[in-house]
């Protein structure tokens, strides 16, 4: 059986037009190797499921190449993606045994982003801490909750975050923290430390769906028929890209993501404010750390875990949608009825004409054409919210 691709991988097109492919490389830095997978070759990525054996991996092969003897670029193929890394197997646990052990053992851990993206120096940070937070509003003495965007920028929507966080200090450190710089600023630190140190806060895995992974809940029928739509790949094909792993205990090889990009086509969101040109998603990238105007990456956007997707008020990456089921009726009626989505008529036409070819339309549930039944029922439909609602944490099921 050949080894499982790692889930935890980066995959895009590729930005080079003379090479072009899928783009894998390791976010986590345990392998710096960058491959290019040809086009041709893309498909057999598939077979390093962990599941499917060597003669499948073989077949695919026989079939792309249309060659009998593909041994050598069977070989090469599972070599590639095991020297640099992107297989589950010993040669990527040695990397990242070396790389933690690496990090655990340093004496000194290498910035990375003090002396960059803020001074390096307790004394010229303490001061920069203090200008971010001085002068901000007292309120209107109602009590902050929580801050809904944590990452925040120094430059943008400062006056807002300024106020929020400043209530948020006052509540935690007392009404005069900000009268005394370095206690303000050992006050921050120690509200980072708690924050990274709270793994249950941060990933509780205690969903009813999690439970179920551990053996120790069994889901409704109806939840059951969901997840069971949801991961067949001739029907809801979702898993294709929401990847779960019930054979693994570990809620961890259950992400509901690839991490991967696809192009998807939302409709546009009618209630947006006003008009606007339609969303390109990667290759519209201003940050400055991986920035990207190539057309090559135009109308792909990550794949988002769906952990805790039930409690979401609009959905999609333009807010278009506004709950659940109506999610799940678009990937079951898209290509059926795409006047219910798409209101000129013409399928996609959120996005320009010149890349509406990169829209998958092949694999289900997108395979069906205009006018055929719709790739799910209303009952598959209710079954896989249904399952959905299931990957709910155990905090918010709590909350009113
Ligand atoms: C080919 C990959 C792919 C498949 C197959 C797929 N999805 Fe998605 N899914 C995506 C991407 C990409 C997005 C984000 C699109 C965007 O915002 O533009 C998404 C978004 C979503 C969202 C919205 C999440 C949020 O936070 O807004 C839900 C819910 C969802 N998918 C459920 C499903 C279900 C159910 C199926 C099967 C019927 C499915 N997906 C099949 C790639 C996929």
Redesign the pocket.
């Known amino acids: 059986m050949p080894a499982r691709l790692r889930p935890n991988l980066d995959f895009m097109p590729s930005p080079v037009p003379d090479r072009p492919g899928l783009v894998i490389r390791d976010p986590f830095h345990y392998s710096d190797a960058t491959l290019i997978i040809p086009p041709a070759l893309v498909p057999s990525l598939e077979f390093f499921d962990g599941e499917r054996r060597e003669t499948d991996l073989r077949a695919c092969l026989v079939q792309i190449t249309g060659d009998l003897d593909v041994s050598g670029l069977m070989q090469h193929l599972e070599e590639t993606l095991s020297t640099a890394g992107f297989l589950e197997d010993g040669n990527y646990a040695r990397l990242r045994e070396t790389a933690e052990k690496s990090f655990a053992d340093a004496p000194l851990r290498e910035p990375a982003h003090a002396g960059s993206g803020y001074p390096n120096e307790t004394a010229e940070l303490t001061e920069t801490f203090a200008g971010y937070l001085n002068g901000a509003t007292k309120g209107d003495g109602r009590r902050a909750l929580a801050i809904a965007a944590p990452h925040v920028s120094p430059f943008g929507g400062v006056e807002s975050y300024r106020a929020a966080y400043a209530s948020l200090f006052r509540q935690a450190f007392g009404e005069r923290i900000f009268e005394d710089p370095p206690r303000a600023f050992a006050a921050a630190m120690s509200a980072l430390q708690a924050f990274q140190q709270e793994p249950a806060e941060f990933f509780p895995y205690s969903s009813r769906y999690d439970a179920f992974l551990k053996g120790d809940i069994e889901l409704t029928d109806q939840e059951e028929r969901g997840v069971a739509?949801?991961k067949d790949p001739a029907k809801?094909?979702?898993a294709?890209?929401?990847v779960l792993k019930e054979s693994v205990r570990d809620p961890v090889a259950s992400m509901f993501t690839d991490y991967?990009?696809?192009?998807?086509a939302?409709p546009r969101n009618d209630r947006a404010p006003r008009p606007r040109k339609p969303?390109l998603?990667l290759c519209e990238r201003t940050d400055s750390v991986t920035p990207s105007d190539d057309a090559a990456s135009c109308l792909?956007?990550?794949?988002?875990?769906?952990r805790n997707?039930a409690l979401?008020r609009?959905?999609?990456?333009?807010g278009a949608?506004r709950s659940?089921r109506e999610?799940?009726a678009f990937?079951?009626t898209r290509a059926s009825d795409p006047k219910r989505w798409y209101k000129s008529g013409v399928p996609f036409d959120s996005v320009p004409a010149r890349y509406r070819a990169r829209v998958?339309v092949t694999?289900p549930?997108?395979d069906r054409k205009v006018g055929d039944p719709p790739?799910?029922d209303d009952r598959e439909i209710d079954a896989?919210v249904a399952f959905?609602g299931t990957l709910t944490d155990a905090r918010y099921r709590a909350a009113p």
Do not use: K
Not at 260 to 264: D, I, K, N, P, T
Not at 300 to 306: D, H, I
Not at 314 to 318: E, G, P
């Open positions: 739509i949801f809801g094909g979702c294709g890209c929401h991967g990009y696809e192009a998807v939302i969303d998603g792909y956007f990550r794949t988002p875990s769906l997707v979401r609009s959905y999609m990456h333009n949608f659940l999610v799940v990937y079951a998958n694999s549930p997108y790739a799910l896989v959905l």
